[in-house]
């Protein structure tokens, strides 16, 4: 069991930090098995890696490529052939973040065939200061057992309700920038997302001139989901006739991206939770926290009062089965495990059923777990690995703060305690733990990006190939495409009718077929198409899915 919390506590949920896996350094039957073994070159030399399904390749890129004086760093990328050939050419793909993994994303790419098909090469790209590639950006990355603990409890003890937690949080965000702009190179400055569009182009025109085409004319083709969603379409407005086919998946409202103040992200996100309460009441037995309600509106009232009782009351947790010490959740606790549950509502709305089961009998187990509370990290030495798994929680704010360059800052308490009503506002259920996810910690850093790679606002661009995108009816925390889109006229878009953050949270065979037929022909879909998925959420046997979630997660 000890192992498996260990897997837990670095996983942060709560804080919605998560993880892609690195492996051990070694070469295994002539693969590198790590970034580590790969040598790092000028062009686009593949090697065998990561058990030879793969290859890979780290590029030496400038740090500016305006002024190449500055110095250099590497960009890791992988590469998944077609399993259909001919290939029709590369796709990087990017799961969002800032901060995640490109990586770690081609890895798990069986996932992603369901939605790209097989007829692309999956190019997974760890942009700048991200898991495999330089500059590095996390002040922590000396010390990773310590790094995770303080990602997971230390650095984010918050409380949206407690003026004194709130303005203790507000002095931490500044320790933390200072920290940060003290430990690290001034190498931080080019870790933005302009410059990692800009890297894009510059592997989309080596991988054209390996395969003896005209680099100039070699257009990107791309998969963002989040902001990834950013990085795609800052790439459409600084290179609009560079554009092949690209899907925006889980879109960001991009003047509140660069702005900074990431408050239209949670729009949807009092949406998202009563979406539970109404599918839960449907499914009936087959929800935990069903209990013969009148309405949704009934058992979302049974939430909040668990929700008010949890402020009112903390909870002790104490079973010495699941837990090296005692520890205590609350409110905050709760409002992010909702956060993390919303998602993806195929596998995690079930989990927010049990434990809401139990907090309403004054059981704290199941949420003291999920939030990563009473677990012996920083002491189990099966978690002092030498490579544990790449963790974004400090990597993010980097670039994150880069690409808002100061427009947003939030100077003191007073202006803190405002930007977390305005967020609570947007939403009761998200705002309180969405507030301390970003903006704040740009406060202090002390890190800007250089002339040539500011960037500040989108206009309307012509591309030269229709972009598409794609979202959730609700998504909890990018729900922008109809602001985004406005930017990209001759754009296509549709919808999946589900709850969560991208559309992979559900298989959708109408959703797989209309995003394989525009990667395949550049076809968009109909207006106003909604495509269906192809179950529910509590479709499965109460059982069976309770022992498949626990599983998964444990």
Not at 330 to 357: Q, V
Not at 452 to 472: M, W
Request: hydrophobic share 35%; proline share 6%.
């Amino acid at each position: 069991m000890r192992s498996a919390l260990c897997i837990l506590s670095v996983a942060a949920l709560a804080a919605g930090t998560p993880l892609a896996i690195r492996q051990n350094n070694s070469i295994v039957n002539g693969s590198a098995n790590t970034f580590a073994d790969i040598a790092v070159t000028k062009d686009i030399q593949w090697v065998p890696c990561y058990g030879g399904n793969f290859t890979c390749v780290s590029l030496e890129v400038p740090l500016d490529y305006d002024d190449p004086t500055v110095g250099s760093t590497n960009i890791a990328f992988i590469k998944h052939e077609a399993t259909a050939q001919p290939a029709l050419g590369d796709m990087i793909l990017n799961p969002g973040g800032p901060g995640g993994s490109g990586v770690g994303m081609v890895l798990g790419y069986e996932k992603w065939r369901l939605l790209l098909g097989q007829r692309y090469n999956l190019i997974g790209m760890d942009p700048r200061g991200v898991n495999n590639s330089g500059p590095n950006v996390d002040p922590l990355s000396d010390r990773p057992s310590l790094r995770n603990e303080y990602a997971t409890e230390v650095g984010f003890e918050y409380d949206s309700k407690s003026p004194a937690a709130v303005e203790k949080t507000f002095v931490h965000a500044g320790a933390y920038g200072d920290f940060a702009s003290q430990k690290l190179s001034d190498d931080g400055n080019y870790v933005n997302t302009p410059a990692v569009s800009r890297d894009m182009l510059h592997f989309t025109e080596l991988a054209a001139e390996t395969r003896g085409d005209n680099k100039d004319e070699a257009k990107l083709n791309f998969f963002g989901v989040s902001y990834g969603s950013i990085l795609g379409t800052t790439f459409a407005q600084l290179f609009p006739d560079r554009v092949g086919r690209m899907i925006i998946d889980g879109v960001m409202d991009p003047s509140d991206y660069y702005d900074g103040a990431w408050t239209k992200s949670v729009t949807q996100g009092d949406d998202a939770v009563r979406a539970f309460a109404t599918q839960c009441f449907d499914a009936r037995g087959e929800c935990a926290f069903f209990a013969n309600d009148s309405s949704p509106e009934a058992l979302l009232h049974r939430l909040d009062t668990v929700l008010q009782d949890l402020e009112d009351h903390p909870m002790g947790v104490s079973d010495p089965y699941w837990f090296a010490f005692p520890a205590v959740v609350n409110h905050m606790d709760l409002h992010g495990f909702i956060m993390w549950a919303t998602y993806n509502s195929y596998e995690r709305f079930p989990l927010l059923a049990y434990a809401l089961t139990e907090l309403e009998a004054r059981n704290g187990t199941s949420l003291a777990i999920f939030s990563s509370k009473g677990v012996d990290f920083p002491g189990d030495t099966t978690c002092d690995a030498p490579t544990p798994g790449y963790n974004l929680a400090l990597t993010k704010y980097i670039t994150a703060c880069n690409d808002m360059d100061g427009r947003y800052n939030i100077s003191s308490v007073e202006k803190y305690e405002e930007y977390i009503n305005n967020l609570e506002d947007v939403s009761k259920y998200l705002g309180p733990p969405w507030a301390r996810v970003m903006t704040l910690y740009c406060r202090k850093l002390r890190f800007s990006p250089p002339e040539s790679q500011k960037f500040a606002a989108y206009e309307e661009v012509q591309t030269s190939s229709p972009i598409l995108f794609i979202s959730n009816t609700i998504d909890p925390v990018t729900s922008s495409l109809k602001d985004m889109i406005t930017f990209f006229p001759g754009a296509g878009s549709f919808y999946q009718n589900a709850v969560g953050h991208g559309v992979r949270v559900a298989d959708s065979d109408c959703t797989s077929e209309h995003t394989i037929k525009y990667l395949e022909t550049g076809e968009l879909p109909p207006p106003d198409l909604v495509c269906e998925p192809n179950s529910k959420v509590f479709d499965s046997p109460l059982e069976t899915r309770r022992m498949r979630s626990l599983t998964e997660f444990l």
